[in-house]
């Protein structure tokens, strides 16, 4: 029997135990997030996190920049966010503008500041088996879940399709410290359904709706779909859900699924950097 994994109730348990949290602090941490106008897709995560902040006590402010602000510009206001005692956490909400250097943004923020977990420094220490000040959101959000249905990682063969810094690759290494055998695929990989074929744990996230079809997994796989595409007006996740959830023993749905979680982890990492 297939078992949902149920991303949304966790996230409001997530949240309740942040709230109590946050009111035994003698200040609420702040979370600060910094986007550009033409963001649309952006500003709806946005208004999630903010929604998220109002449910657990934590402050949110929100600094919005025209589509063609200058480097300098948004640099600058890292740099004041950086030094304000009061904001405990920055997010760049991304993508942004193509004229600006994205790397380049996402390493002025502090890492002892880094809501998302992307800067290089707290990236490193994941690496390298050290306590960053953060992890990226989705891949801790992902084994937040693994953990909450109580699936034992040590062992498995898990199959990471996608490498991207932001969910790909931190969720490989998270796998491995808790002993799975990973294999990454990607865009370059031959011959994919003979890995999907073996393995026990699949995690996709490539953006490509329906990719991962039944005829790829085998009986009792544990699937976390990642992806969100719109197709005919309504959401899609990376995973032909009716055709893999019958052979699955776990599995993601879309929405409802990741998305809710990395917002839970995205409130988690700034309640923890404010301490």
């Given at each position: ?62 600094i ?11 640099l600058?206001?890292i ?5 304000a005692p ?7 909400q991304l ?10 943004i996402?390493?002025r ?11 290089y420094v ?6 390298t088996g ?5 992890i ?16 034992k ?28 055998t ?29 990719f991962l ?6 009986d ?31 599995i ?6 990741v ?12 309640l923890?950097?404010?301490?």
């Amino acid at each position: 029997m297939t078992t949902i994994m149920d991303g949304k109730a966790l996230s409001e348990k997530i949240y309740e135990k942040i709230k109590s949290d946050v009111e035994k602090l003698d200040r609420k941490p702040t979370l600060a997030v910094i986007l550009t106008k033409d963001n649309e897709a952006g500003a709806v995560y946005v208004r999630n996190k903010q929604r998220a902040c109002e449910k657990t006590g934590i402050n949110s402010m929100t600094i919005e920049f025209e589509p063609n602000v200058t480097e300098n510009e948004m640099l600058s206001k890292i740099d004041e966010l950086n030094n304000a005692p009061e904001v405990d956490a920055i997010l760049v909400q991304l993508p942004v503008p193509n004229h600006l250097d994205t790397e380049k943004i996402l390493n002025r923020i502090s890492p002892d500041k880094d809501a998302d977990g992307f800067h290089y420094v707290n990236a490193g220490k994941m690496f390298t088996g050290q306590m960053p000040a953060s992890i990226a959101c989705t891949p801790k959000g992902i084994i937040r879940l693994l953990d909450e249905y109580k699936i034992k990682l040590e062992g498995l063969n898990a199959l990471v399709i996608g490498r991207s810094n932001i969910v790909g690759k931190p969720i490989a290494q998270l796998l491995l410290q808790r002993n799975a055998t990973v294999t990454m695929a990607h865009s370059k990989t031959k011959n994919l359904s003979e890995y999907t074929k073996m393995a026990d744990l699949i995690v996709v996230a490539i953006g490509k709706p329906k990719f991962l079809n039944g005829d790829m997994v085998k009986d009792g796989v544990v699937i976390i779909d990642v992806g969100i595409s719109r197709v005919d007006g309504k959401l899609s996740g990376d995973v032909d859900f009716d055709s893999v959830a019958p052979k699955a023993s776990f599995i993601t749905p879309v929405p409802k699924g990741v998305g809710p979680m990395t917002v839970a982890m995205l409130i988690q990492n700034t309640l923890e950097l404010s301490k």
